[in-house]
C-alpha cells in the first residue's frame, strides 16, 4: 500500500529540522524530545510528531528522538545523502553569490559548471571559467547533469529551460521572475525574492496575522 502524499507544508519543515537537529548535534546532544524540539524550532510538539510520523515512527516513548539517527533518516527523506551535479545558467550578482556559496558542496551539491553569453564567456570567476550558453544542448548530451541553476533575465529563462528539459535535466531551481513552465516528471523549485520580501513587509504591517503572535 502506498503512503498517501506528504503536503507541500510538511516538506518545507523537513530542512528547519534538520537544521537544528545539526544544531544540537553540534552542542553534543545525543537525544532530543518533541517538547524540546518544539520550545527550539516554534512549532509544536504534535506538530512536530505528526510531520514526522508520515515518514515513519522514529522517536520512543518517554526518551524521544535520538539526534543523530533522526538527522540520518531526514537526510535520506530530503536526499541529500546522495550526490547532485548542478549546473548555473547566469553569472550575474545571483549566480555568483550562489556560485560562492561554500554550504552547498558540503550537503552533496556540486556545481559543475557556469553558462552565461557574450562578453563573459571564457572569462573566470571564482573557480568557474564561464561556458558558452549557446551551446548548452550539446554539453546536456555530454555531461548530463542532474539540476540546473536559473539566475537569467525573464526574457530567456523559459527559452532555456525547455533545453534544460530537452536534454534530461531532473530538477530546476529558478531564480527568474518568472513562473517556468515544465513537464511534471521535472521538479520545479521557484524562489523568489521580492515575494519573501512582500512576506515580511506584510506581517510587519499586520503584526496579528504574524504565526505564532499571540492574539
Known amino acids: 500500500m502506498a503512503r498517501a502524499r506528504v503536503s507541500l507544508a510538511v516538506v518545507k519543515r523537513l530542512p528547519k529540522y534538520y537544521r537544528y537537529l545539526g544544531m544540537i548535534e553540534q552542542k553534543g546532544i545525543i537525544r532530543v524530545s518533541s517538547q524540546e524540539l518544539s520550545s527550539i524550532t516554534g512549532l509544536t510538539a504534535s506538530q512536530i510528531r505528526q510531520d514526522l510520523n508520515h515518514f515513519g515512527g522514529f522517536g520512543q516513548q518517554g526518551y524521544g528522538y535520538n539526534v543523530e539517527e533522526l538527522k540520518s533518516e531526514i537526510e535520506k527523506i530530503m536526499g541529500i545523502n546522495k550526490s547532485y551535479r548542478a549546473i548555473i545558467l547566469g553569472c550575474g550578482n545571483i549566480g555568483k553569490a550562489i556560485m560562492n556559496y561554500k554550504g552547498f558542496k558540503s550537503s552533496g551539491f556540486n556545481i559543475v559548471d557556469v553558462f552565461d553569453h557574450g562578453k563573459k ?5 571564482s573557480d568557474y571559467e564561464i561556458r558558452d550558453i549557446d551551446k548548452l544542448e550539446e554539453y546536456l548530451k555530454e555531461e ?5 541553476v536559473i539566475a537569467l533575465p525573464t526574457e530567456i529563462a523559459q527559452e532555456i529551460c525547455d533545453k534544460l528539459v530537452e536534454g534530461g535535466i531532473k530538477g530546476v531551481w529558478n531564480f527568474a521572475s518568472l513562473d517556468l513552465k ?4 521535472v521538479v520545479l523549485e521557484n524562489v523568489h525574492l521580492d515575494e519573501s520580501l512582500y512576506t515580511l513587509t ?3 504591517n499586520n503584526l ?3 504565526p505564532g503572535t499571540k492574539n
Open 121 to 125: 564567456v571564457g572569462s573566470k570567476i
Open 144 to 148: 548530463k547533469p542532474e539540476i540546473a
Open 182 to 185: 515544465l513537464p511534471k516528471n
Open 202 to 204: 506584510y506581517y510587519m
Open 208 to 210: 496579528a496575522d504574524y
